[in-house]
């Protein structure tokens, strides 16, 4: 056994591993903001993830191989990660559990999570953390994921040479990042809209919500490919440089996108009613903050506000943060890493 008697500093990088897109980024603490030291994204296939479990981490590995080798700028340097689960997957709670002993707490935390997660416990697990003592008592945060997609993530991790410093949940990261770079003043729907999932939390000076929706921009890119009979590279390419914003394509793209973005909006309306319905707080939302790659694509956040009601802007995690040597993001990636900069905030905290 190797005894470590020099201190060496271990970073970790910010790895968000989507559905179809895997998204880094390593930051480093010094100064006034936080330096970028390297980012890059690289898709993978579809198949590779199941029901939020890696069931082809080979698959994936191969496909980030050349990322891994050359960031698309600068460079990680790190080998440990700070990844995210998707958040459907996640179970969070706040438990208000009478004062006792610390010894006690993890048993207790285990009869909680019977009661409210509807997941055999050995088929998980569980952390938790006390959040407030009072005198009456305590507020114990509580964590769990199933052990299948937490075991394939350091699977996917092993294999790529990688140390695994926290799985957080993906919205917990992507909710940290738009904090950090824009205080939320008043009661704001955070929404991810990735490649098949919505994401959504609300944010009333603390996440309040979570909540998901089956549907992302993959949906959006086969329907274009069914109403148009077009292939799917063109398919994305209308969608990244036209989506339904004004162009020649509008009256086709809306007559396709038209039905399933309604959709969308619908759900979210839905997931907004809840809360302000039954929420302990009563407070209305007043603004909705977009982020993921879909967030990029022209003409949709119009169309958001539109039927939605609510002012709705783009993400910039990437504000507040100082890339000196690297270039910048470009206009258009810039909100699909929110999360792994959510990730990667976490630097020098882990
Ligand atoms: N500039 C753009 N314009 C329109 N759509 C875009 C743009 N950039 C990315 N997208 C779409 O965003 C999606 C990928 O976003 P993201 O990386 O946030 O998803 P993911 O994390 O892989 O998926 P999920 O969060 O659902 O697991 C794809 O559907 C892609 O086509
Ligand atoms: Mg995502």
């Known amino acids: 056994m190797r005894i470590p008697l020099v201190y060496r500093e271990r970073p970790i990088f910010g790895f968000d591993l989507g559905t179809r897109t895997a998204k880094m980024i390593q930051l480093k603490p010094g100064g006034k903001h936080m330096q970028v030291m390297g980012y890059g994204y690289a898709t993978f296939p579809g198949e590779a993830i199941t029901e939020g479990i890696i069931v082809d981490p080979q698959e994936i590995a191969q496909a980030l191989a050349p990322l891994m080798k050359q960031m698309s700028f600068g460079k990680i340097t790190a080998t440990r990660v700070a990844a995210a689960l998707p958040v459907a997957k996640v179970f969070t709670r706040v438990l208000e559990l ?107 000076k603390v996440i309040r919500l979570t909540d998901t ?20 590279e063109q398919a994305s390419e209308i969608k990244y440089k036209f989506g339904t914003g004004p162009s020649g394509l509008q009256p086709k793209v809306m007559a396709s996108l038209g039905a399933p973005l309604k959709k969308m909006c619908d759900e979210m309306r839905r997931v907004i009613k809840y809360y302000q319905d039954r929420g302990t707080q009563k407070r209305k939302i007043e603004a909705i903050i977009v982020s993921g790659g879909s967030a990029s694509m022209p003409g949709f956040l119009e169309y958001m506000a539109a039927q939605i ?37 976490l630097e020098g905290k882990l």
Request: aromatic share 4%.
């Open 98 to 204: 009478p004062p006792m002993n610390p010894a006690d707490l993890g048993q207790a935390v285990r009869l909680e999570a019977e009661q409210y997660i509807p997941v055999p416990l050995p088929d998980l697990y569980i952390d938790y953390e006390t959040i407030e003592t009072g005198a009456d008592h305590s507020e114990v945060l509580m964590v769990a994921a199933p052990r299948a997609i937490v075991d394939s993530y350091i699977k996917l991790f092993d294999l790529m040479g990688l140390e695994v410093a926290l799985v957080d949940s993906s919205m917990a990261a992507a909710t940290r990042a738009i904090v950090a770079s824009t205080p939320l003043d008043k009661p704001t729907l955070v929404a991810d809209i990735g490649s098949t999932s919505i994401d959504l939390t609300v944010h009333d």
């Open 309 to 345: 009601n609510i002012p709705v802007t783009v993400a910039d995690p990437w504000a507040g943060l100082e890339s000196k040597h690297i270039q910048h993001v470009s206009k258009y990636d810039a909100p699909m890493y929110t999360t792994a900069i959510g990730l990667a905030r």
């Open 213 to 232: 929706i089956a549907m992302g921009g993959d949906n959006l890119t086969q329907q274009l490919m069914k109403d148009l009979g077009i292939g799917r």
